[in-house]
């Protein structure tokens, strides 16, 4: 399966793999999709970070991760076998997103299958694995036709989390303020320091919290938060890219045109022409 760290034209078709991670494997860094991402535990378990949201994911949940959304996972707590689905909203027939929760397509959706039903729920999804490895002339009718499967089955037996208990959300509520204040100030001028002073911890000490948490430093979960928002608005508003980059809180153009290349793989000028 192709990962896409930069939302270039048209996702085609639907794509699936089943992975085992463990303590040892370390994401290179934050990275999107010009399409949805189904994200299934099948076994053990994950942290996931998305925006200023940290989720501890157990056996049995999904997460719906929209296109654009940044986000990066951590595996912290042992073996975790996890499939990931790549597909467009085009791929699921009208009739079949009827039976999907409300606003399922338009934010990031957290369910969870009973235990009784895992058997069913992961022979479905291998039978879409599968069909990557065949890939012959049907698999890509099959894999659309197995997508809408699971997702009317997950309609039937899972459980829709509208807001997520606490077993669920991470433990390092600091952790999660930290992120929350930075999603709210990213704008302005920001320390380390500032940061610490919101949450109540020393700046060596959150930063070492933070890294610990989330696999990434405060500083970069900082300028990863300032770049979703640049790319969102190179292609919802016309101003320039200096003035972006100043708004969302960067205080040098070229630095902001370097980091974005590095996270997009695109100049922002490119990345504006493209999407």
């Known amino acids: 399966m192709t990962e896409l760290r930069k939302p270039v034209g048209k996702w085609e078709g ?3 793999e089943t992975k085992q991670r463990d303590q040892h494997f370390v994401m290179s860094g934050h990275h999107c999709h010009n399409c ?5 535990v099948e076994s053990g378990a994950c942290r996931f970070l998305i925006d200023e949201r940290i989720y501890d994911l157990h056996a049995g949940d999904f997460i719906l991760v929209p296109p654009l959304e940044l986000h990066y996972t951590r595996y912290l707590f042992g073996p975790c076998k996890r499939t990931v ?11 079949a997103r009827q039976m999907m929760p409300d606003r399922f397509f338009t934010e990031t959706a957290i369910f969870q299958t009973p235990e009784a039903h895992r058997e069913q729920i992961s022979a479905c999804l291998g039978r879409i694995t599968a069909e990557e490895k065949i890939n012959d ?3 890509a009718l099959l894999r659309e036709t197995c997508l ?3 997702l009317l089955l997950c309609s039937r037996v899972c459980t829709f989390l509208s807001d997520p208990p606490a077993d669920i959300h991470t433990t390092d509520q600091q952790i999660v303020q930290a992120a929350q204040y930075i999603s709210a100030h990213y704008m302005h001028s920001l320390s380390t320091t500032d940061i610490a002073m919101a949450v109540g911890f020393s700046p060596n000490y959150l930063s ?3 890294r610990q948490a989330t696999g990434i430093g405060l500083h970069e979960y900082l300028v990863f938060i300032r770049l979703h928002h640049a790319a969102l608005e190179l292609v919802s508003t016309t101003d320039s890219i200096t003035t972006i980059a100043f708004r969302c809180g960067f205080s040098d153009s070229n630095y902001f045109k370097d ?8 100049t922002p000028r490119g990345y504006r022409k493209i999407s």
Do not use: C, N
């Open 259 to 266: 980091a974005f290349k590095k996270k997009f793989g695109v």
């Open 36 to 40: 949805f991402e189904l994200f299934y």
């Open 14 to 16: 639907v794509h699936a």
């Open 85 to 95: 689905v790549l597909f467009s909203k085009d791929h699921i027939p009208a009739a």
């Open 208 to 210: 070492r919290k933070f």
């Open 148 to 150: 809408q499967e699971l």
């Open 137 to 139: 002339a049907r698999s």
